[in-house]
């Protein structure tokens, strides 16, 4: 199994790194640097697989992938 593709980048609005989980609804961290935010997203996405679980919902298998160009 792949695990699951994370986002990462800076917000100017929040003056932070955010990371999120595109196939994990509403799963997403901050973090004053990019290894902080993607730490923290780890976590999340462990409480999120562990709260899905013991509430009986289905986990989604990793899907997402973003559109790769080459030049």
Do not use: Q
Request: overall charge negative; glycine content about 2%; hydrophobic content about 35%.
């Amino acid at each position: 199994m792949s695990d699951y593709h994370i986002n990462l980048f800076y917000s100017d609005e929040d003056d932070s790194y955010i990371a999120d989980i595109p196939d994990l609804d509403a799963c997403s961290a901050f973090g004053s640097s990019p290894e902080e935010a993607l730490a923290e997203v780890e976590t999340a996405k462990e409480a999120w697989l562990t709260a899905a679980r013991e509430a009986g919902r289905p986990v989604p298998e990793p899907r997402y992938r973003p559109a790769i160009y080459a030049r």
